[in-house]
């Protein structure tokens, strides 16, 4: 089945970015990974190549036929959010946007996915990042991949979140 997705990778005072109305996300799932990812999560995410880090927050809610999501990555030193890979004259006109989450794929355990091409901050050349993780019980880790899509560079990094206790 089939359920809604936000994910938000972003500062801790960026919250309220999973709160809007992400954009649509294609989402598959088996029994097993809906009930094993729903919840809300939160943690962190980085990598020893770009020396860049940060926090993830995502929930999965019940009750929808398919997922929202959306990306907001701060990079700790960095005073601004990462953006969507699009052309100069488009960015130039233009508040800095979430990055969307292109594909989640859960089944059993497994978790994977992709996020829609971004800008890095150095270069500002389009990473495509894929990512994926193993649920264990209330905490998901995992691995993800950053293509440099002109330069062809490649860089690697780790995840996890655990999921928040209710109240």
Known sequence: MIRSL????????????????????????????????????????????????????????????????????????YDKPLEPYQEAAAAANQAPRVLTIDFVRATGRRVTGTLAPYRDPVCGCPLDTTFEGEIKGDRIAGKFRSYHTTTGERQSGEWQVDRKKPR
């Open 6 to 77: 936000c994910m938000t990778t972003l500062v801790p005072l960026a919250l309220a970015a999973c709160a809007s109305n992400p954009a649509p996300v294609n989402l598959t799932a088996d029994p097993t990974g809906v009930q094993l990812l729903a919840g809300e999560w939160s943690g962190t995410y980085g990598s020893r190549e770009s020396g860049r880090t940060g926090s993830i927050v995502f929930t999965l809610i019940a009750g929808e036929d398919h997922a929202h999501g959306d990306v907001l990555m701060v990079p700790v030193g």
